[in-house]
């Protein structure tokens, strides 16, 4: 699956993939339906981090989180 295709112009706002991947990483799911080209494009947007073990939803992606809710 490419990224890409599943992102939209605007920056500010969550594609539905980006959106449910976000979610998952929030609720630490075991099952992430994305691979991790996911994962570096919401950390290249400030949405997620690594400590190198784990991913964790940033201030930033929590925000967005709740700006959709």
Sequence with gaps: MDVQH????HPSVLSDPE?????????ETRHFIFDETM???LQDRGLVETDGA???VTA?????LTERD
């Design 6 to 9: 599943l992102q939209i112009a």
């Design 19 to 27: 959106w449910i991947a976000l979610e998952s990483i929030e609720e």
């Design 39 to 41: 994962l570096f494009a």
């Design 54 to 56: 784990q991913w964790r």
């Design 60 to 64: 930033n992606g929590q925000r967005r």
